[in-house]
């Protein structure tokens, strides 16, 4: 594109550098314009010559020849109980450049696209096909058996530099506490109160930073978010991988919501549970049923931030679908509720706002959708917690921390999920996948909550 651009122009530049020196009899603009095709031609042709001579010599390197890929977003939608139009074992679209990054990852992106653009990467045929090789461009899509080669001296490229992070005594003590469940395809954690789940503006610290740190247990790959809890809040957090499990686990937890929306909710429960304990002000007023009131979200503050808030009218444009099932789990006379709450569909702070604005009980510590409540509450706080080697609520405090404000009482306690990894390994030996067995995750309460737990009920 460039080069056509300067042939476009040179004609112009040529009358306009002949007008400043004053040649007499100038040559016709048409000759430089020649030499300039010329010596682009040429360098085209240096290129060529050198990959037909590295060719020749055997200075090729070869890498392994493509298979089909499993579609992740339709296995994680078979997997949810839902009927996909295309088959799981249907290979993605792995294109070239995709196909050497997946093979060598390794190589810096840039240089990678760089040997594309100078025509340096070739692919051979599949055996059923005629052997032959080709050029390849790096958007052209991968058959199954094709394998791509690539200039030797690729190797001679350092690879980026792999940064060893070294973590102290305290801190990996802390990374074994909070482990709950690891297989090939997931990690599962559970996650502390006032840790980030990713990484923002004026957040110095974030789990998913953390675990790409620290997590990866020589996995060329970080650990995936697939879903998310509010920083306040604690309990299992899924994470994948692998791009493929990720990619799967996506899916699952997108067809939940989708499924959920549809009033579909009992095939729903069966493929993807969620258990959260919440300790609520108030008592509501049946001791169990389900919520199914659309959320959307509302500017605030003269627009300087926004709120999630009931909405009167489903209909409208922002209001989102939002399915709540809760049950008591126990009482106290000291005016408070523990209550388990299983989301069908994952909006923004759904079991907050369906706590507070629907049921009337906000939960302890939500000072963002329950302040009022917390205004008229009685001052007889449990202790807080004081703060961790990594910055996160961990440790018991001291009695001076007595008369601080309750943390959020709102906790992932139980997930019942397929085991993904079972699935992709069906997959990737047959193409189907038969009766997938669930994963069953527990995570304990944490500290605060378990104090007022024992408080309430003594």
Known sequence: ??????????????????????????PSPAIYLRRCRCSSSTAKAEAEKEADTADKNGKWFTLPPYTSSINGAALGKELAGRQSDTKCKTATTMTALKWVLHCCPEFPRSL???????????????????????RVNAKEPMHIGDQIVLPITVGKFPAEKKVEHFCSEEQREFFQSIEL?????????NKPPGMPVQGGVGIKRSLDELA?????????????????????????????????SATVLHAIFREKTFEASSDDAERTKRNLQKKYWALVI?????????????LGKVMVDNGKSDRITVMDDGRAQSAQCAVTEYRVIETS???????????????????????????????LGDYRYGW???RNLNKQYLPEQKWGPLGFNMRNSSESDRQQPPHLHLHCREMVLPNISQALQQQASDGTFSEVENIKLFAP?????????????S
């Not at 080069?3 to 009899?25: D, S, T």
């Not at 990678?112 to 080709?134: E, N």
């Not at 108030?282 to 659309?294: K, L, M, Y």
């Open 181 to 189: 469940y690891k297989d090939p395809s997931i990690l599962v954690v």
């Open 372 to 374: 009022q409540a917390h």
């Open 333 to 363: 006379d000291k005016g408070f509720t523990w209550l388990e709450l299983s989301p069908l569909t994952g909006r923004k702070h759904q079991l907050r706002v369906h706590c507070a604005e629907v049921l009337g009980t906000p939960i």
């Open 445 to 457: 309460l944490p500290p605060h909550m378990q104090r007022s737990w024992d408080h309430l009920n």
């Open 212 to 244: 790409a740190k620290y997590m990866r247990y020589g996995y060329p790959e970080p650990p995936r978010l697939v879903h998310r809890l509010d920083r306040d809040c604690s309990g299992i957090l899924v994470m994948g991988r692998t791009q493929l």
């Open 112 to 134: 990678v696209q760089k040997l594309f653009r100078l025509r340096q990467v070739r692919r051979l045929s599949s055996p059923d096909q005629q052997p032959q090789c080709k």
């Open 1 to 26: 594109m460039g080069e056509q651009i300067v042939l476009r122009r040179a004609p112009f530049f040529c009358r306009r550098l002949i007008a400043v020196l004053g040649v007499e009899n100038p």
């Open 282 to 294: 108030g008592c509501p007023r049946r001791a169990g049923g389900i919520i199914s009131v659309p």
